[in-house]
């Protein structure tokens, strides 16, 4: 688990700074959960690079155009209802899940804070 931050944190590095990525929440939500099974294993990984992205879009020390860091917030806040929406379907299957649930609080407040 000590290096899926720094690993999440490269991955929101990589969409603040690459243009082409228009479409990174619905990719790694894609990427994370296509499998017809729950995917609980993948759940950590998920919900760390979601908790992330909004961060990096947020975090002034990291070096980037204006014009690029805003375009990346504005996509993420289109991307919003995505991330709310996992988030209630994962709520209540993950009740029992304290380790899960703490992780998806955070994310919540990061999408939550992106939006302030």
Same mark, same amino acid.
């Given at each position: 688990?000590?290096? *899926? ?13 690459? @243009?082409? $990525? ?7 939500? !894609?990427?994370?959960?296509? +499998?017809? @099974? ?10 760390? *690079? ?17 014009? &690029? +860091?805003? +375009?990346? &917030?504005?996509?993420? !806040?289109?991307? &919003?209802?995505?991330? *709310? ?9 993950? +009740?029992? &899940?304290?380790? *899960? ?9 990061? $999408? ?5």
């Amino acid at each position: 688990m000590a290096v *899926l931050t720094p690993l999440s944190f490269a991955t929101g590095l990589v969409a603040l700074h690459m @243009d082409s $990525w228009q479409t990174v929440v619905s990719d790694i939500v !894609q990427l994370m959960t296509e +499998r017809h @099974d729950p995917a609980v294993q993948n759940l950590p990984c998920l919900l760390e *690079l979601l908790s992330i992205l909004p961060e990096v879009a947020g975090n002034y020390n990291v070096v980037v155009c204006p014009i &690029r +860091r805003e +375009r990346v &917030r504005l996509m993420l !806040q289109e991307s &919003r209802s995505t991330v *709310l929406q996992l988030l209630c379907a994962l709520n209540s299957p993950l +009740r029992a &899940r304290h380790d *899960l649930m703490q992780s998806m609080l955070k994310c919540a407040a990061s $999408w939550v804070h992106l939006v302030c």
